[in-house]
């Protein structure tokens, strides 16, 4: 099974930046798919998630509105659009996989900075 993040980067406040997760070695298109978060000296928190079909989706109060989540099934693929990025915002991001048959899997993580 692999996660693999990319599209992090510096950008400054108000930018925007769009995170994708490539998936591997497990059925994606029946998987729960989520993007969490890690700051540093604080707990990782969940940013965002959104269920098979990507008929539904779900975002932390901190986010809504300036994220967006989306998956393509036939890239086996999770994306995170941010845009009216702060420096609160800056963390490592990380992808994970719920799997209808299996477990729970974790990307690497990406690195984000908003900073001017």
């Known amino acids: 099974v692999q996660l693999v993040e990319s599209g992090g980067g510096l950008v400054q406040p108000g930018g925007s930046l769009r995170l994708s997760c490539a998936a591997s070695g497990f059925t994606f298109s029946t998987s729960y798919m989520s993007w969490y978060r890690q700051a540093p000296g604080k707990e990782r928190e969940l940013v965002a998630t959104?269920?098979?079909?990507?008929?539904?989706?779900d975002y932390a109060d901190s986010v809504k509105g300036r994220f967006t989540i989306s998956r393509d099934n036939d890239k086996n693929t999770v994306y995170l659009q941010m845009n009216s990025l702060k420096p609160e915002d800056t963390a490592v991001y990380y992808c994970k996989a719920r799997a209808l048959v299996g477990g729970v899997y974790w990307g690497q993580g990406t690195q984000v900075t908003v900073s001017s």
């Open positions: 959104i269920i098979s079909t990507g008929g539904y989706t």
